[in-house]
């Protein structure tokens, strides 16, 4: 399975925010509201925030190769 890397760390403040991704990600799959998921986790700054909703998974997009026997 293919996943693309989410930053490790925000990339204006430089916070670690990295170990947060797969908890915020499977919350919100669940139906959760985005903004209260990130304060629970303690995700307060603009910046930060950003980084988790603005990231896309397009590595399935990117990644189109063709395997030939």
Not at 5 to 16: A, Q
Not at 28 to 42: A, F, Q, R, S, T
């Amino acid at each position: 399975m293919i996943k693309l890397i989410f930053p490790i760390r925000c990339f204006t403040c430089g916070k670690p925010i990295g170990h947060l991704w797969e908890e915020f990600k499977s919350r919100v799959e669940k139906g959760e509201n985005p903004g209260i998921v990130l304060d629970e986790l303690g995700v307060k700054r603009y910046c930060c925030r950003r980084m988790f909703l603005s990231h896309v998974d397009i590595a399935y997009d990117v990644i189109k190769v063709s395997r030939k026997s």
